[in-house]
């Protein structure tokens, strides 16, 4: 018999219960990745996560062979293409893992209902995505979390489920057919700097991150130009890593630096966990509703601004630039950033969260949208009218200015302070810099944020 494994946003043959479960119920096993329509038209894809998927794909595939499978790529409408392969190899059942989203939800629902009429079933695993599946803790009377402290308390004495190794070998039925797996060479405007995707590199990378700086992530977190974390993110995103073994490797290891990055990784889980249970918060005002925003036409130049890192404000622009170039930023940057469009400009966060979906390799639904929400003050921030100075951020995350010289290369021939301030400056001094004045005077923005929050 055949069991079909659709993956999803779990693209690894390690610590994968929709594969083992299969491998454990059938003989042969059609590996699936459907390239669907759904969230091509939901206009979801980027260039720089289309190049990291082509990458995963191929890795997948390549460790599927080294065991005896392969992978099959289809493209088309996700139900259909699974009740086709369902067709093709006379499968039985079919096993995933759980999505959070509301489109993964739908897509569940749709393919159960599908596959039940033609007299097979579908397996959905949770713990795939996230490492506590969302609804696993819930406070008293509610469906979710609104809040991370008590989440996080409930969070860290749940049991995870152990580890799976990844299987030896994967016997694929030779009636299916696939198509050509995609390249990143066929993707155009990728960022220069993007990262490589893939299980085997997301593994080589975690190995050096638990022996390297994860003992001092809890100090070196927010050092901008230290760049000290762990940048796995696209690996969760793309699922190539599992959170599940990273929170057990990262408690094996131990530590502060161990207990602050497990933190992170429930942050993740507790966005999931929101989203679950409000898929509308991907668009719409999760607790605090704002109409005040800024219009998009009236804030046209400024927006242009802060999407290209020429708002005259050095540390804003440097992170700008740093996700341009690379599909990523630093997580101090993504705040100060969001901050500034948010709450200085007072631009809707819809339009930021929309940009860096736009280049974010690691653009995740959840996170993305759950922690712009977060810096806007519309989500779960217990402080949703702290305001992040962007001058004071720079001075105190990137002391010596070496992360705006890195990214702001116009700047380069000033130093701290004066290189997060560099209106300061007078005459042909300043003249000499080729670098925009501030697009906004922050005590300007400070009046707009005050009254439109009703707090002056
Ligand atoms: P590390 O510091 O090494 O953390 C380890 C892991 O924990 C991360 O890979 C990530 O999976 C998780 N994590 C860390 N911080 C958060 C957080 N605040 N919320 C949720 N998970 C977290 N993260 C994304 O994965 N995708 C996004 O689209 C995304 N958009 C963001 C937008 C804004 C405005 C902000 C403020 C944050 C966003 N984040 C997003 C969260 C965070 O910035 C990134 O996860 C982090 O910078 C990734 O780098 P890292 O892997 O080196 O993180």
Request: a neutral charge; one cysteine or more; proline letters at 6%.
């Amino acid at each position: 018999n055949v069991s079909v494994v659709l993956f999803t946003s779990d693209l690894r043959l390690h610590d994968h219960p929709p594969l083992r479960a299969a491998l454990g119920s059938a003989e042969q096993v059609v590996p699936l990745f459907v390239r669907d329509d759904g969230i091509h038209a939901a206009g979801f894809p980027a260039p720089n996560r289309e190049a990291f998927l082509a990458d995963c794909l191929t890795d997948l595939d390549a460790g599927l062979r080294e065991r005896g499978g392969r992978l099959v790529v289809r493209s088309g409408d996700v139900v259909d293409q699974v009740c086709r392969i369902v067709v093709e190899s006379d499968a039985d059942e079919v096993h995933m893992a759980a999505g959070v989203s509301g489109y993964a939800q739908r897509r569940e629902e749709r393919l159960r209902r599908a596959l039940e009429s033609e007299g097979r079933r579908l397996h959905v695993h949770d713990t795939v995505i996230t490492a506590l599946a969302p609804g696993a803790v819930t406070p008293s009377g509610s469906d979710h979390y609104a809040v991370f402290t008590p989440y996080f308390r409930r969070w860290a004495q749940e049991r995870l489920r152990d580890v799976l190794g990844a299987p030896r070998t994967v016997r694929v039925p030779d009636a299916v057919s696939s198509e050509r797996l995609p390249s990143r060479k066929d993707v155009a405007g990728v960022s220069e700097g993007l990262s490589t995707g893939g299980e085997k590199e997301g593994r080589r990378r975690l190995a050096i991150w638990l022996r390297g700086s994860l003992a001092d992530y809890a100090d070196r977190h927010d050092d901008l130009p230290g760049d000290a974390t762990s940048r796995l993110s696209p690996h969760l995103h793309f699922g190539t890593l599992s959170p599940v073994e990273l929170v057990h490797r990262a408690r094996a290891a131990g530590g502060p630096g161990a207990d602050a990055f497990v933190r992170q990784l429930a942050w993740r889980d507790f966005h999931h966990q929101v989203l679950a249970a409000r898929p509308a918060a991907a668009t719409a005002d999760y607790r605090t509703r704002h109409d005040h925003w800024r219009s998009e036409d009236s804030a046209a130049e400024e927006i242009a601004a802060w999407k290209e890192g020429r708002t005259g404000y050095p540390v804003v622009d440097a992170a700008m630039r740093q996700l341009l170039h690379e599909g990523w930023m630093h997580n101090r940057g993504r705040l100060l950033t969001a901050s500034f469009l948010t709450k200085t400009l007072y631009v809707d966060w819809r339009v930021g969260a929309r940009h860096f979906l736009d280049l974010l390799v690691d653009g995740d639904v959840a996170n993305n949208q759950l922690n712009w929400q977060w810096v806007a003050g519309t989500g779960t921030d217990t402080r949703p009218h702290r305001v992040l100075n962007p001058v004071v951020q720079g001075k105190r995350y990137d002391p010596d200015g070496v992360y705006v010289r890195r990214w702001v290369p116009e700047l380069e021939g000033l130093r701290a302070p004066v290189v997060h301030e560099p209106w300061r400056l007078r005459g042909p001094e300043r003249a000499a810099y080729d670098y925009p004045d501030p697009v906004v005077d922050l005590s300007d923005g400070l009046v707009r944020f005050k009254r439109a929050r009703g707090r002056d």
